[in-house]
């Protein structure tokens, strides 16, 4: 498939206060990125909490601006935030948040508020509006008599619901979601996953899918990007990932998952959680590695292509190592 979106090196810093006498921390939130999102495909970007994804998902929407590396769309470079070429380009990039409540406006009816792109962007008259937005409730599973409720009045699911027939409005051709469905009543995060996975299939936009959460990931990927402090450590096809995990993180999180009939344990990892304001030296994850040698706390790895589609950044991940099994 085409490229949509390509980011190449980004690097992302910023200067947090800490305390009561605002002692300033530099934090480095992400720290030389590449990827690439193709049309129509998903990308599932996975990581724990402060590993730099949502940081990651605001810069390739261009609502952030990197401090260094590129990002290009649909082979353009991104203009800066709140430009007259940025606003034009929103149309085509929509996103989805954690929370639904805060991303919609309690004085508005759901009606009004899935119409705004569209008087935004200048799409259609009155009546053509009308019709797109029945359409569009309908196309995320409420009726379109919901569409005279205000948020308050719909439940979580309802919400993101809403959340989603706006941001489907304009058609776009890439769509973030960052924790889409972590908010919600565990009950329902399995519809909201589906309703996703179908809606994507059926408009065809290209998914940038943002989750602590490897099973959500997968489930909705085509590729699966695996972060730890501002890094990709392994990328590839999310079944593949899971059943030959080539870096120690990856096969950490996999091993968290439970899974029936195998009988390997769970590898507990030691040490702190990654925390950006104090990035190890060499490879990021060498505190918490289990298998980490010398060469480890000196040298970063590089994120080097593995057979089979794979990247991986671990100085004991041997592409050629894996040149058979692939
Ligand atoms: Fe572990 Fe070293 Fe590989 Fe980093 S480079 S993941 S510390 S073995
Ligand atoms: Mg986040």
Request: aromatic letters at 4%; hydrophobic letters at 45%.
């Amino acid at each position: 498939a085409a490229t949509l979106l390509e980011a190449r090196d980004l690097v992302r810093r910023y200067v947090m206060r800490r305390g009561l006498l605002g002692r300033s921390v530099p934090v480095t939130a992400v720290a030389g990125l590449s990827l690439t999102l193709h049309r129509g495909r998903t990308l599932g970007l996975v990581g724990e909490s402060g590993c730099g994804k949502s940081t990651t998902g605001r810069m390739v929407l261009g609502l952030e601006m990197p401090d260094a590396g590129s990002v290009a769309f649909e082979g353009r470079p991104m203009p800066p935030p709140g430009t007259a070429a940025w606003r034009a380009l929103r149309a085509r990039m929509q996103m989805v948040f954690q929370d639904p409540l805060g991303a919609l406006d309690r004085r508005m009816t759901v009606a009004a508020q899935v119409a705004e792109p569209l008087d935004i962007h200048g799409v259609g008259g009155a009546a053509e509006r009308a019709d797109r937005v029945e359409a569009l409730l309908r196309n995320v599973g409420l009726r379109p008599d919901q569409g005279a409720r205000y948020p308050h009045e719909l439940s979580g699911g309802q919400r993101q619901r809403v959340v989603l027939a706006r941001a489907l409005a304009t058609s776009p051709a890439m769509l973030v979601c960052d924790e889409p469905i972590s908010a919600l009543d565990v009950s329902i995060q399995a519809q909201v996953m589906n309703l996703l996975v179908e809606l994507q299939a059926e408009h065809g936009m290209a998914l940038l899918f943002i989750s602590h959460d490897l099973r959500a990931v997968r489930q909705v990927s085509e590729r699966v990007a695996v972060m730890y402090l501002g890094t990709i450590v392994e990328e590839g096809e999310p079944d593949a990932l899971l059943r030959d995990a080539r870096h120690p993180y990856t096969q950490a999180l996999v091993s968290a998952i439970p899974h029936p009939g195998r009988s390997d344990g769970r590898i507990v990892l030691q040490g702190d959680p990654p925390n950006p304001a104090a990035r190890p030296s060499g490879c990021p994850f060498h505190p918490r590695c289990p298998v980490a040698v010398a060469r480890c706390a000196q040298e970063a790895p590089v994120l080097r292509d593995h057979p089979g589609g794979r990247r991986v950044a671990c100085h004991l991940a041997d592409p050629a190592a894996f040149a058979e099994a692939a």
